[in-house]
């Protein structure tokens, strides 16, 4: 693969985690490309994710590619998470996919914190976490009113929301009461 991309393997790690999970549908992610001298142009993670979780797939192929096409390959905008939230029927989407990616990274890390690229999950595996707590939803709704009082993004408080109502609801329901209203705190309340 002369003059391509440099292999990330944190992408080659969630295409294989993605696999092996049932998550990845070889026919919905494209084609490999060639090129004029054989060469592959497209599709180095794809194929590196299926080595590293020992699988085979079968793929559309297209050779004969000019060198030229490199360049358009790969050059449109990728659905997000967020798209795909949309997608299903979600509202507050883009609310919905910060509370999955820091519900994500929680899990991973125990804390509430900016997702980074080595921490990011894969659209599949967002979807994966929203069927396995469907109330994380309920949380970026109520966190949206918590949201116009305090920094901190709907996503973040939607991710914090659901954790605490995991532990204690009612608890969690007054605290979130109390920060949205103000109601029987004083300025010095923690």
């Known amino acids: 693969m002369p003059g391509n991309r440099k292999l990330n393997e944190t992408r080659v790690a969630k295409i294989a985690a993605d696999i092996q999970a049932d998550a990845w549908i070889a026919s919905a992610c494209g084609v490999l ?7 592959l142009m497209d599709g180095q993670h794809r194929l590196w994710g299926l080595i590293k979780a020992n699988v085979e797939m079968c793929f559309a192929v297209i050779r ?10 790969d ?13 299903d029927g979600h509202t507050n989407e883009f609310a919905l996919a910060g509370a999955i990616h820091f519900y994500a990274e929680w899990l991973g ?22 069927t396995d707590n469907p109330g994380i939803s309920d949380s970026v709704r109520h966190a949206r009113s918590i949201t116009s009082k305090i920094r901190g993004g709907p996503g973040r408080w939607g991710c914090i929301a659901y954790i605490l109502s995991n532990i ?14 103000g109601q029987d705190l004083n ?3 923690p």
Do not use: C, W
């Open 109 to 130: 890390s125990g804390m509430v914190q900016k997702i980074t690229t080595t921490s990011a999950i894969t659209t599949a595996q967002g979807i994966r976490l929203l």
């Open 33 to 39: 490309h060639f090129d004029t001298d054989g060469h």
């Open 187 to 189: 300025a010095a309340s």
């Open 64 to 73: 004969n590619v000019p060198f030229e096409g490199m360049y358009v390959i």
């Open 75 to 87: 050059s449109g905008r990728p659905r997000t998470l967020a798209d795909a939230l949309r997608i």
């Open 168 to 181: 204690e609801p009612d608890d969690a329901e007054a605290f979130f009461d109390a920060l949205v209203t």
